[in-house]
């Protein structure tokens, strides 16, 4: 059996016309298309994306939060917060890369599209729970992967690289407890090789 697959320059020109203006920037490159929108037109962009006759993305695949931090190359705007959700059309065999950029750095929110694909609860709750990226309308936003107690967001890049607090289990009060971070933070320099035919190379 010959399974077809739209081409991606079909699956642009279809996100184009379904998306109009709401379209910030689209391309392709590897033979995936991605396409950006504003914060603002995200869940009108997705709406359109699932049920637009020439997109049908009928599954989302994933959802991931992304910390530009000082690498600003991949925010035309600057901002430091992003969220990537990939969509997949089974009926038409495409797929499809939507990036979205949070307005506030301080307070990143985004709307949910939980409405729209049911697997993005867990994904938008992992978002949230490692980058702090908050999903207006959704029913259940709480943490997934950290501890009930724990502080923070350990996937931006300016989390501690040891944390904050360790736990242990306590003997005595038969109980796990929670302290300062005990390790001593080190820098780990790269060795120097110094000779000039280390290792037989000349």
């Not at 908050?134 to 989390?159: E, S």
Request: hydrophobic content about 40%; overall charge negative; charged content about 25%.
């Amino acid at each position: 059996m010959t399974v077809y697959r739209v081409r991606p320059e079909s699956t642009q020109a279809a996100v184009v016309a379904a998306l109009g203006d709401k379209v910030k920037h689209i391309s392709v490159a590897l033979d995936e298309v991605t396409v950006q929108v504003e914060p603002e037109n995200y869940l009108a962009a997705a709406t359109a994306l699932r049920d637009a006759a020439g997109c049908q993305f009928e599954q989302l695949i994933d959802l991931c939060g992304v910390d530009y931090s000082e690498y600003l190359a991949g925010s035309p705007g600057g901002q430091r917060y992003a969220v990537v959700i990939h969509l997949l059309s089974v009926s038409l065999n495409q797929r499809l890369r939507l990036k979205v950029f949070a307005s506030d750095d301080d307070l990143p929110i985004l709307p949910s599209v939980t409405e729209l694909w049911n697997s993005a609860n867990w994904f938008e709750r992992e978002a949230f729970d490692l980058y702090g990226i908050v999903f207006d309308g959704h029913n259940d936003l709480r943490r997934i992967l950290t501890d009930y107690g724990f502080i923070g967001h350990p996937f931006r890049k300016d989390f501690p690289m040891t944390g904050h607090v360790e736990m242990r289990f306590d003997a005595e009060q038969a109980r796990v407890v929670y302290q300062p971070v005990t390790v001593e933070i080190r820098e780990i320099t790269p060795r120097i090789i110094r000779e000039e035919s280390y290792g037989g190379l000349q």
